[in-house]
Nanobody, 129 residues
Framework: QVQLMESGGGLVQAGGSLRLSCAASGSIFDINAMAWYRQAPGKQRELVATITNGGSTNYADSLNGRFTISRDNAKNTVYLQMNSLKPEDTAVYYC???????????????????????WGQGTLVTVSS
């Protein structure tokens, strides 16, 4: 019913930049917080950055200001600008969002909100030294 699709991953040399995009689609009424996570080979998935629908942001301490998360609410899209990339940034990057769907009951005709936590399929970022 709703889905996220990431793009923008690839191979880049250390010190370079990449911009990831994640677009939500489907029967969307609203999108609350959106976030980027990453999972390096052999490691657990970790939070990279979050952004609320009002634009408040939060970042993992380890990034030291190299990444910037932003969103375009009109396009239902979140971005991750990654600068000064390091080999340790190599990972699959996943988009996450809380998506609100407005539905109506075919029996009572009342409307209600349903909240979905949705994950994208991931996009691979490889940083060579």
């Amino acid at each position: 019913q709703v889905q996220l699709m990431e793009s923008g991953g690839g191979l880049v040399q250390a010190g370079g930049s990449l911009r990831l995009s994640c677009a939500a689609s489907g029967s969307i009424f609203d999108i609350n917080a959106m976030a980027w996570y990453r999972q390096a080979p052999g490691k657990q998935r970790e939070l990279v950055a979050t952004i609320t629908n009002g634009g408040s942001t939060n970042y993992a301490d380890s990034l030291n200001g190299r990444f910037t998360i932003s969103r375009d609410n009109a396009k239902n899209t979140v971005y991750l600008q990654m600068n000064s990339l390091k080999p340790e940034d190599t990972a699959v990057y996943y988009c996450n969002a809380e998506i609100v769907v407005l539905s109506s009951s075919p029996v009572t005709f009342s409307t209600y909100y349903t909240y979905f936590e949705v994950w994208g399929q991931g996009t691979l970022v490889t940083v060579s030294s």
